[in-house]
């Protein structure tokens, strides 16, 4: 019953080096998104991903790519990570459709140094 | 757009107390409503939500909320608060124009104290 699992919980980096987030769902979901939680700043979406083969930017895109590998899988991708992106991100999915609800994964904190 | 607004970043209460959490909502469409708890290091998790009927929506482990059109809000309660009920929550609506993007408020902190 994993749900929607990401991959690494923890990681630090040194400003400028790459690191990729993973995340796969079992639950045949349509739509998958990747947020970062600040505090006070609730939940901000980087990307999202309606459907398989499609993707979009979300609020705060900027230093992020995204690969939507199949239907279960949707990586998120710092190319040069800067201390600013210090977060706590998280992936979750739905069916898409806007009445159901949103999974998530448990979260990955990663530290810019 | 839609957009909804938390009006309290933190919210403590004594254990056994009643408790309100309050969120307003903008939308000038049919609303779905969600309410989601994220307890200490996990992930969020849904609560409650309202997609239509009965204004009142209840959760498993005794939260509340109801919708009011005319004050476009969705306050979630609960008469009595536990320890465990510590965690943030979270007030969410999709998106509009056939996005169906979730727009999250920016949480409120429920602390319960013994």
């Known amino acids: 019953n994993a749900g929607v699992t990401q991959t690494p919980k923890f990681q630090v980096l040194k400003t400028g080096q790459s690191m990729t987030l993973q995340c796969a769902q079992d639950?045949?979901?349509?739509?998958m998104y990747w947020y970062r939680q600040d505090p006070g700043m609730g939940l901000r979406l980087i990307y999202y991903s309606a459907s398989e083969g499609t993707t979009d930017k979300g609020e705060v895109p900027n230093g992020y790519n995204v690969s939507r590998l199949n239907k279960r899988e949707f990586s998120l991708r710092l190319e040069s990570a800067a201390p600013s992106q210090t977060s706590v991100y998280f992936c979750a999915s739905s069916e898409g459709d806007g009445t159901g609800e949103l999974f998530f994964g448990e979260g990955s904190r990663l530290t810019v140094l | 757009a839609q957009s909804v607004t938390q009006l309290d970043s933190q919210v403590p209460v004594f254990e056994e107390a009643p408790v309100e959490l309050r969120c307003n909502y903008s939308?000038?469409?049919?609303?779905?409503l969600f309410w989601y708890v994220q307890y200490p290091n996990q992930g969020l998790q849904l609560l409650l939500k309202y997609l239509s009927g009965s204004t009142l929506v209840e959760s498993i482990n005794g939260f509340e909320a109801e919708f009011n059109k005319s004050q476009t809000s969705f306050h979630l309660r609960k008469p009595s608060v536990h320890i465990s009920d510590t965690a943030e929550y979270f007030c969410?609506?999709?998106?509009?124009?056939?996005?169906?993007?979730?727009?999250f408020g920016r949480g409120t902190s429920l602390i319960v104290h013994p």
């Open positions: 939308s000038s469409v049919s609303v779905y």
């Open positions: 639950m045949n979901h349509n739509s």
């Open positions: 969410a609506v999709p998106g509009s124009g056939g996005s169906y993007i979730p727009t």
